[in-house]
């Protein structure tokens, strides 16, 4: 075991900076322990490895532990993850330049979550497939598939986490994932064909920057522009990735921010304002904005097993 401890040189909200890179509840590489102590699993360039976070709230300090052979890896990486590349103060800045042009909610949100960044996994692939299978589909469909197939492929975590925990699989585990493996799991020949093809280009994805990324994601099949963004976000900690697209967002940001529903364009225009900081906006909202009231049916929950 590898222990570190990193003061922030600043406000941080550890569990909300966080959670973005869990997927559902049952999510095999991220758990929350009893004690609040959060668990994740990360397939790093040295290997294998598991991460427990707590934070040591009087002294204002994060304390990590690691095990595995990617141990070193993550603890050398905590700060990014936590945001700490994350130029928050630029935000701020531009908050107090629009002024009254500001939206009132904005302004409240930035102040009462002054703890939230905009971390970065700097592991492309391992962002990518998850939001592969979150395309055009309920969370709760996409979890199901993300649960089933690191169970069933992705390897024991190292060290003493909670029973179950996997870690993410090689490239080269993904690409020989048999077909009746995803429909076991629930994702469909178009999904399943765009994580293999993917695979096949995960090194050199890695190896890209933020906007280099954000051009070769787009050039592989199966992947736009939200998948890109969704992808960007956590990997990348692109602060300003707009999942445009999303089936959500816009009435999200229009009813928070006019009190009525908008679209993608509607969302851009409302959004533009806070360039550079667009998905961190969308963030804030999704703590502490407003959704118009539902008048309609839920998108169901499909299964493709029973196909």
Same mark, same amino acid.
């Given at each position: 075991m590898r222990e570190r401890r990193w003061r922030p040189d600043g406000p941080l909200d550890v569990e909300r900076t966080l959670a973005p890179h869990r997927r559902g509840s049952g999510d095999p590489a991220w758990q929350v322990a009893p004690d609040r102590a959060i668990w994740r699993t990360c397939r790093t360039p040295e290997g294998a490895g598991t991460l427990r976070v707590t934070v040591q709230a009087r002294e204002a300090v994060v304390v990590a532990q690691a095990w595995g052979p990617g141990a070193e890896w993550m603890l050398e990486t905590l700060p990014r993850l936590l945001g700490a590349d994350d130029e928050v103060s630029a935000f701020q800045g531009l908050v107090e330049r629009l002024g009254l042009e500001c939206h009132q909610l904005i302004r409240e949100l930035a102040s009462r979550h002054g703890g939230l960044?905009?971390?970065?996994?700097?592991?492309?692939?391992?962002?990518?497939?998850?939001?592969?299978?979150?395309?055009?589909?309920v969370g709760r469909e996409a979890?199901?598939?993300?649960?089933?197939?690191?169970?069933?492929?992705?390897?024991?975590?190292?060290?003493?986490?909670?029973?179950?925990?996997?870690?993410?699989?090689?490239?080269?585990?993904?690409?020989?994932?048999?077909?009746?493996?995803?429909?076991?799991? *629930?994702?469909?020949?178009?999904?399943?064909?765009?994580?293999?093809?993917?695979?096949?280009?995960?090194?050199?994805?890695?190896?890209? *920057?933020?906007?280099?990324?954000?051009?070769?994601?787009?050039?592989?099949?199966?992947?736009?522009?939200?998948?890109?963004?969704?992808?960007?976000?956590?990997?990348?900690?692109?602060?300003?990735?707009?999942?445009?697209?999303?089936?959500?967002?816009?009435?999200?940001?229009?009813?928070?921010?006019?009190?009525?529903?908008?679209?993608?364009? *509607?969302?851009?225009?409302?959004?533009?304002?806070?360039?550079?900081?667009?998905?961190?906006?969308?963030?804030?909202?999704?703590? *502490?904005?407003r959704r118009p009231p539902a008048r309609g049916p839920r998108m169901a929950v499909r299964d493709y097993r029973a196909f």
């Open positions: 960044r905009v971390g970065r996994t700097l592991r492309v692939f391992e962002a990518l497939v998850p939001a592969v299978l979150e395309q055009k589909v979890w199901r598939a993300w649960r089933w197939l690191l169970l069933k492929h992705g390897e024991p975590a190292p060290g003493p986490a909670p029973t179950a925990m996997r870690v993410f699989p090689e490239p080269e585990v993904w690409r020989k994932v048999p077909s009746w493996d995803w429909h076991r799991a *629930g994702a469909e020949a178009v999904r399943a064909r765009t994580i293999v093809n993917a695979a096949l280009y995960a090194e050199k994805l890695e190896a890209a *920057g933020p906007l280099e990324a954000d051009r070769l994601l787009r050039a592989l099949p199966g992947i736009g522009v939200w998948t890109s963004a969704e992808t960007r976000q956590r990997a990348h900690g692109d602060p300003d990735a707009v999942s445009v697209g999303d089936y959500h967002l816009p009435s999200l940001v229009g009813w928070s921010l006019t009190g009525r529903k908008t679209d993608d364009a *509607g969302m851009l225009e409302l959004l533009a304002p806070y360039l550079g900081h667009r998905h961190r906006i969308i963030r804030l909202l999704e703590l *502490g904005g």
